[in-house]
């Protein structure tokens, strides 16, 4: 027990009068998910010391990966990071990023030690192994009562995971937002509204661009600014900055936050992965939104579909083509790791030249996905960011020619999904917001501009959300 206290004491934030534990409801709560895993290490070995042994080493796991994401992200594990234990195997680089070299050695060594010692400290005897099962049973029966009872019924009432953490510790508030997230209850449906009726040749163009970030504003250089977004939003409908709720990570909040349009207010505690219940929130869509009015709806992206559960999301969502991965050739090796954004706005332009009715195309970049690296074109992280970010600024003024050339009625939406995280040189401990453009064309393929007054805001993405309906749907 004074071990879990101590492993749970070191996870940021720490207590305020670290080190000091945390409150005494939390530390119940962190001594029956002790038990648990002792339960079952228990049952399996019978060996006391060993299955004791490796639940305070799950705790220093825990406690371990929490500071790490806290470093370069800006926020402690949440509930919500478990449901992507099978992306972690399935695209490790997506996360390993965030770990030294000594925590991923100690991964490493943990996963074939742990199945070998249980297996080489097993007790024969029956009676140690129905202890473990008993210990199990009583402590899952005991974390059940003790939630229905004050004070702990009255824990985690707001999604604060950065307080609850300080208070009751990192694993209490796992568990009890957890709790707390299952008891949230789907909106009611939308009912199908139509808008004003599009022109039969009208476009959509929404493109959410990875780690895009205004790096004059990011770096406070401004000799680093982006030309394809300093002439958009000369010529905007609409433009500002974004203010986005995650840092160097977290696309699908965002993503959700423009796609579906509720609020973190609304959302409760599935504002830390919404895309959990996605598809049970499928009427806020906006393809679902559109249709009625006679949009027909694309969703692009060159990874795999399966990752965030994309795949059925979308389809819930309304939107009635994936364009995936293998509609795209792989880079080539001086390219990079992932599909370019050039080769993304050849395909973009490609789709809306051969649609035959209003169409709606929401597109996500992968190009510029981190870990950044140093190579023989950069001489520091920064730098390897900073020549992917402009190859974002050259697909949206690609896309701003290529949509005015085709002579069609148009709305072009780009915005970052969030910043990037690169040790050395960006920070969570400051401001979060990307840039957005919203740009109109006429069929003349001129740029629809608004009074300069009216263009500069700063939305959520469920604000963005709402500006697209507007236009779309509007005119507005």
Not at 197 to 202: A, I, K, V
Not at 394 to 415: D, E, I, S, W, Y
Request: proline residues 7%.
């Amino acid at each position: 027990m004074a071990g879990s206290l101590i492993l749970d004491a070191l996870a940021r934030p720490r207590a305020q009068a670290f080190p000091s534990t945390r409150s005494l409801t939390g530390a119940w709560l962190l001594w029956l998910h002790a038990l648990l895993p002792l339960g079952v290490f228990l049952t399996i070995s019978g060996n006391l010391e060993v299955s004791a042994g490796l639940s305070l080493a799950l705790i220093g796991l825990f406690t371990m990966v929490s500071n790490a994401k806290r470093a370069m992200l800006g926020e402690a594990l949440v509930f919500s990071d478990l449901a992507l234990l099978g992306a972690v195997f399935r695209h490790p680089q997506f996360y390993f990023s965030a770990l030294t070299r000594v925590q991923k050695a100690v991964l490493a060594l943990a996963a074939p030690i742990v199945p070998a010692l249980l297996w080489w400290v097993f007790v024969p005897d029956a009676t140690a192994h129905l202890k473990g099962l008993a210990l199990f049973v009583i402590s899952a029966g005991l974390l059940r009562l003790t939630m229905k009872l004050p004070p702990w019924n009255g824990l985690g009432q707001v999604p604060d995971s950065e307080a609850d953490v300080q208070r009751h510790g990192l694993i209490p508030t796992l568990f009890v937002h957890w709790l707390r997230w299952r008891e949230t209850r789907d909106p009611a449906l939308l009912p199908p509204t139509a808008g004003r009726l599009p022109e039969s040749d009208e476009l959509a163009i929404v493109i959410q661009c990875e780690s895009f970030a205004d790096p004059a504003r990011l770096f406070g250089d401004p000799a680093l600014i982006l030309p394809g977004l300093d002439a958009a939003r000369d010529s905007a409908w609409a433009s500002g900055v974004l203010e986005v709720h995650g840092f160097g990570a977290y696309t699908m909040r965002t993503e959700y936050g423009v796609l579906f349009g509720r609020s973190e207010q609304a959302l409760g505690f599935r504002r830390f992965d919404p895309f959990l219940t996605a598809t049970r929130e499928a009427s806020y869509a906006l393809p679902q939104r559109l249709k009625p009015s006679g949009w027909r709806s694309l969703f692009v992206h060159p990874h795999d579909m399966r990752f965030y559960n994309r795949e059925a999301i979308m389809t819930a969502g309304g939107f009635a083509e994936l364009v995936g991965q293998e509609r795209f050739a792989p880079p080539a090796p001086e390219e990079g790791r992932y599909v370019t954004d050039a080769a993304m706005a050849n395909e973009i332009l490609s789709l809306a030249r051969s649609a035959t009715q209003p169409t709606l195309i929401y597109a996500v970049t992968i190009e510029n996905h981190g870990p950044w690296t140093s190579g023989p074109q950069d001489h520091d992280l920064r730098s390897g960011y900073l020549r992917l970010l402009r190859k974002g600024d050259a697909m949206l003024a690609a896309l701003a020619k290529g949509l005015a050339a085709l002579q069609r009625p148009a709305t072009l939406v780009f915005f970052g999904d969030h910043r990037p995280s690169i040790p050395g040189h960006t920070s969570p401990d400051g401001a979060r917001d990307t840039p957005f453009v919203v740009l109109r064309f006429d069929r003349t393929g001129q740029a629809i501009p608004r009074g300069a007054e009216e263009r500069e805001s700063s939305v959520t993405p469920a604000g963005l959300h709402q500006l697209i309906l507007d236009v779309l749907l509007r005119g507005e």
